[in-house]
């Protein structure tokens, strides 16, 4: 299963450098995995509710719900059994009495040890497993976040945010790739309402592909029938996606929230719970108790898709499958520990994956006048 699967994300990584095509429907497809413990085991459902430093990568307007003192956010998470490794870091800082935030978040996706079976085969025509080497990609992405308020009184809450992100990614020695985008968004609250909109790639994010190949190997890829690339841009086309959601009071002491988002994109028909030839429409759903606002457990469903029953040989058996998540979060004296479980196949031979991420307030906070 491991063997099959790493083969699978090697064709995902090189496939997109072999084509010149200039639009990719799933370009730049790790900036959708998300950030934080909390919002994953909530089924990505973050758009209207985050407010801390994850709000840089969810929605930047919330960052104005950091007060006083600034936040840290960390998280780890190995995919496909331990196959890839998923990595966030995030800060922000509130400004200007707490009416202006600042943040940056940086995320890293990366696959080691592919094996590169280039020169497998001799001239002669044996099988060399001596010449088998190895080679690692990793995609980064660097996120700097403005908020600000735009309206504030007693029962309401308005603010706008803007991302500006670099890209960066690399397959070995072979290829890389810079990239530039824009993300906006805002942000409403009421005494328990809470709204969310956020447009990514509003710019159509691109990215810039430069390749390098000895001459060596460019002879082995043109023996093998194999195209040379030489240089190529693929686009990122914009996502909208909305969110709202409602705090329910349960008793003195027992707080639940709840929250629905949908991704609407516009490149083309996906699978997802609608589409058609113009739009997809894919929701998230989440919920998240917490009791005296220290402890708190979460679930969430996404990632809806139309796929084949298991075991139905004739494929012609359509069930609908969904990746759900739970998770659990402690919070103490401005520090939170969170932890999600998700399944990323919901079919049997599932694939689990394990999420821890830490939270902390920097700083000295300001004593009320």
């Not at 934080?36 to 758009?47: D, I, K, P």
């Not at 870091?89 to 940056?104: E, F, T, V, W, Y």
């Not at 945010?161 to 409403?188: E, T």
């Not at 520090?335 to 998700?342: E, K, L, P, V």
Request: charged content about 20%; glycine content about 10%; proline content about 3%.
């Amino acid at each position: 299963m491991r063997l099959y699967t790493k083969i699978c994300l090697i064709f995902l990584l090189i496939f997109p450098l072999s084509v010149f095509a200039q639009l990719r429907k799933y370009s730049n497809e790790f900036l959708n995995i998300g950030a934080g413990a909390r919002g994953l085991a909530m089924g990505g459902a973050q758009v209207a509710s985050a407010k801390d430093a994850t709000a840089g990568y969810w929605n930047p307007a919330g960052l104005t719900g950091i007060k006083d003192r600034g936040n840290v956010g960390l998280m780890h998470a190995d995919y496909f059994g331990g196959i890839a490794k998923y990595d966030y870091l995030g800060a922000a800082k509130p400004i200007q009495d707490n009416k202006r935030a600042l943040g940056i978040s940086v995320l890293r996706f990366a696959v080691d040890d592919i094996p590169n079976t280039l020169f497998l085969v001799e001239p002669d025509g044996r099988v060399n497993y001596e010449n088998i080497q190895s080679f690692s990609t990793a995609d980064y992405a660097f996120l700097l976040s403005f908020a600000q308020k735009i309206k504030e009184t007693e029962k309401k809450q308005v603010s706008f945010g803007l991302n500006a992100k670099v890209i960066y990614r690399k397959v070995g020695k072979f290829a890389s790739a810079w990239g530039f985008g824009l993300d906006a968004g805002l942000q409403m609250h009421g005494e328990r309402w809470n709204l969310g909109i956020v447009a990514r790639d509003i710019t159509t994010t691109f990215n810039a592909w430069s390749f390098s190949f000895t001459e060596k190997e460019k002879e082995v890829l043109y023996l093998t029938k194999n195209d040379i690339p030489v240089k190529s841009t693929e686009l990122t086309m914009p996502r909208l996606i909305i969110g709202g959601g409602y705090n329910f009071k349960v008793g003195k002491s027992l707080n639940l929230l709840a929250e629905a988002n949908v991704d609407v994109t516009f490149d083309g028909k996906r699978n997802t719970v609608y589409s058609n030839n113009t739009l997809s429409i894919d929701p998230h759903i989440g919920l998240e108790a917490s009791i005296k606002d220290v402890f708190f457990v979460r679930a969430g469903i996404t990632n809806f898709q139309r796929g084949t029953q298991d075991g139905d040989t004739t494929n012609k058996k359509k069930v609908w499958i969904y990746q759900p998540s739970a998770g659990a979060g402690f919070k103490i004296k401005g520090i939170m520990i969170d932890y999600a479980f998700t399944n990323l196949a919901n079919q049997s031979n599932p694939l689990y994956t394990h999420i821890f991420s830490l939270s902390f307030n920097i700083g000295a906070k300001k004593e009320a006048e």
